[in-house]
């Protein structure tokens, strides 16, 4: 539901498909780091703004804490580790706010392009 909701909204704001496309990717990669390492409730908050020129979201989970930032992608062989540096490489800025005890919270960040030719398309908006 996240990624539909978001995604309807930048849409709405004529942004670029290809901008859409990396924050639900980021948003998507940082919600299931909450949901696998979240606590046991499995639980989380997703909040956004979008702005007249750019999109900041914030996953909050009730985990113990994102580890550092790896340096390089896991070998391919590696089932998990990417996520990270996914987000990393879609996003212009991500920030990790951790309280010991209440949880995680990803802060991405991303300019957006606008697409001017978007506004001449029909679209259809989701339904929530």
Do not use: W
Request: net charge neutral; aromatic share 2%.
């Amino acid at each position: 539901m996240v990624r539909r909701v978001l995604g309807d909204a930048m849409r709405s704001l004529n942004v670029s498909e290809t901008c859409i496309a990396d924050m639900l990717l980021a948003v998507s990669e940082a919600c299931s780091n909450a949901v696998r390492h979240g606590g046991p409730a499995n639980r989380y908050e997703v909040t956004a703004a979008i702005g007249s020129d750019r999109c900041d979201v914030r996953v909050a989970d009730n985990g113990a804490g994102v580890p550092s930032m790896p340096r390089q992608f896991p070998p391919p062989d590696t089932e998990n580790g990417r996520g990270l540096l996914i987000m990393r490489s879609v996003v212009d800025e991500i920030s990790f706010g951790i309280t010991p005890g209440r949880g995680t919270t990803v802060h991405l960040r991303k300019l957006l392009d606008r697409d001017e030719e978007a506004q001449a398309r029909p679209r259809e908006l989701a339904a929530v």
